[in-house]
Structure formats: structure tokens, C-alpha cells
């Protein structure tokens, strides 16, 4: 069960949410200097969106999840079905709640920190990250803090949401259903089935967070298969779409709250992988793993103790 600490705090100035969004990057830029690499360009991109979701746009209940990281004895099967799900952190299911489902499942650094920052985990659990035997996985799946579901190949999430989101929508239920996907999911014929079917049973309950940060794994997106125009592509699927600064905390939230009856929202949020730590620049668009050598190290470390954090 929670732990007593638990803060329950429901309101959040700009100012909180973007001290949240620090520190995201902060955390995660420390997390790539102690092990040589992850998934930091990912916390650039999106720490700004996640926090706000976090803080201003979901309605989530209080958390029900362990407090502290918890051991993790393996993959799921049928010896193994005795674990904790990672939704239990967005609250238990109910009917006004909200829930958030995270396709891009290499974010899961990103979700831990915004869990921490938002009382819903301890911050000690970030120790755990990427160790062998424990839930706070670099790759996050069903039983990861934060995670709906073990997200698989790119585009199935998606419609694991939108399918939830109509099953909602036939229990009338008032809660929505949020999803979060990377750029490169676009490339995905099964998401635009999705966007299509979202649209044919009017889920207006469906609101998925496209952050487009512009790159993949080989690289840049527009080198490896174009999908602009993003905007007239979602509306011609019947989808309401709208295009923000993902870096602007009021941006966003505004992007979130568009009046949408009837369809589909899809809310675009252009964003750097380099936000914050301006060295990373000099490597996009080959920013899905960052790895930083010792020869780096010292200008990341700079970077870091501006931020607030410790000497590594």
C-alpha cells in the first residue's frame, strides 16, 4: 500500500511545473554521466509535456503503489503473475479518473522521475533504475511504476488505449484516456488504423500526446520515411489535431483543453532532444541513446551541477 508520506498535492503553479520539468532533466542527465549512456534525449524532449500532464492536465486518483522501488522476479508467465501493475501508480480505476497509457515505452525515465516529483513514488526508488531484479526497468512494461501496459512493437499501444477509451466511452464513464507516442510511431501503419477507428466511434474520450522531436533510432525522421504534414494528416483521419511548443508549459496545457466533440484529440508537440543541454545538439539527430564518454564527461558534469545536482 502507499506509504503515510504521500503527498497529495492537487495544484500547481507554472513555476512548480517547470521545476518539475528541471527536474526530470536534471535526474536523468545524472542517471546518462553515472553509467555512460540512456535515454536522455528523450527527457529533453518531453519533460515539459509530462510534467504538465502530471500536475495540470490528467485527472488521476492518488496513487496505490509501493512507495519504495519493489524486487521483480522476471518476465510475466504463469508462474510468475504474482507482481504489481505499473497503473496502480495513476490511482485505481474509476469511472471519473483519467488514465495514461505510454507507447514509447523507453520514456520510462521520464515517467519514473515525474512520479517522484509528483509524490506518487519515493525518489530513493530512482537507486533502483535499470538494476537487474527490481521494477524500475530502463524499458518500461506492465509491471514498471507508471505503465498500463508491456508496450511491444510501436503502434499497438495505441489502439490498446483507444480500445479502452471506447469501452469507456459505452460504460459512460466521465474519465478520459490519454496516450503518449513518439514521432516515430507515425511510421506505423497500425497507428493511422487507430486515428481512423478513434474517429468512426467518435471517441472524444481519447486524447493522444505526439511528442515530435524530429528524430529515431537511424536519425532524423524526415530521412528515414516523411509524415508531415501532421496536422492534415490526423484531420483527414478524422481526428481534431493541434499543433504546440511542447517547451511551453501554457502552450500545452491550452493544446490539452481544445475543445474537441466528437473526435479524437491529437495534440502535436514540436520539441528539441537537445532542450537543456545544449551539447547534445552537436550529436542530432543521433540522440535515441545518448552515450557520454569520459572524454565528455567533464562538460556534462558542468551542465549537471548547474542544474543542482552533485558532484558524480
Known amino acids: 500500500m502507499t506509504d503515510s508520506k504521500m503527498r497529495t498535492k492537487t495544484r500547481y503553479t507554472r513555476a512548480e511545473v517547470q521545476a518539475i520539468a528541471d527536474s526530470i532533466r536534471r535526474q536523468i542527465l545524472g542517471i546518462a554521466i553515472r553509467t555512460g549512456g540512456c535515454y536522455l534525449a528523450q527527457a529533453c524532449s518531453s519533460a515539459e509535456m509530462i510534467a504538465s500532464l502530471y500536475t495540470k492536465v490528467m485527472k488521476l486518483g492518488p496513487s496505490a503503489g509501493e512507495w519504495d522501488a519493489i524486487p521483480f522476479p522476471g518476465v510475466p508467465g504463469p508462474d510468475n503473475m504474482d507482481y504489481q501493475h505499473g497503473s496502480l501508480y495513476h490511482g485505481v480505476p474509476a469511472p471519473d479518473k483519467d488514465r495514461f497509457f505510454v507507447s514509447c515505452c523507453h520514456y520510462a525515465s521520464v515517467i519514473y522521475c515525474a512520479l517522484a516529483a509528483t509524490g506518487r513514488i519515493s525518489p530513493k526508488a530512482l537507486e533502483k533504475f535499470n538494476v537487474d531484479g527490481w521494477n524500475m526497468e530502463m524499458i518500461g512494461a506492465e509491471h514498471s511504476p507508471g505503465f498500463e501496459n508491456t508496450a511491444g512493437s510501436l503502434g499497438q499501444t495505441v489502439s490498446i488505449a483507444a480500445g479502452t477509451a471506447h469501452a469507456r466511452k459505452m460504460r459512460k464513464d466521465t474519465g478520459r484516456v490519454f496516450c503518449l507516442l513518439g514521432d516515430g510511431e507515425l511510421q506505423e501503419g497500425q497507428t493511422w488504423e487507430c486515428i481512423q477507428t478513434a474517429a468512426y466511434y467518435r471517441l472524444d474520450n ?27 494528416r490526423f484531420e483527414s483521419f478524422g481526428a481534431k489535431c493541434v499543433l504546440c511548443n511542447g517547451h511551453d508549459i501554457d502552450d500545452f496545457v491550452k493544446a490539452c483543453r481544445t475543445a474537441h466533440a466528437g473526435k479524437p484529440l491529437v495534440v502535436v508537440c514540436r520539441t528539441r532532444g537537445y532542450t537543456g543541454v545544449e551539447p547534445l545538439k552537436e550529436k542530432y539527430p543521433f540522440l535515441h541513446f545518448v552515450r557520454i564518454s569520459e572524454a565528455e564527461r567533464p562538460v556534462y558534469q558542468k551542465i549537471y551541477e548547474e542544474m543542482g545536482g552533485d558532484r558524480l
Open 206 to 232: 481519447f486524447i493522444i500526446v505526439v511528442d515530435a522531436n524530429g528524430q529515431q533510432v537511424e536519425g532524423a525522421i524526415e530521412d528515414q520515411m516523411k509524415i508531415e504534414p501532421l496536422k492534415e
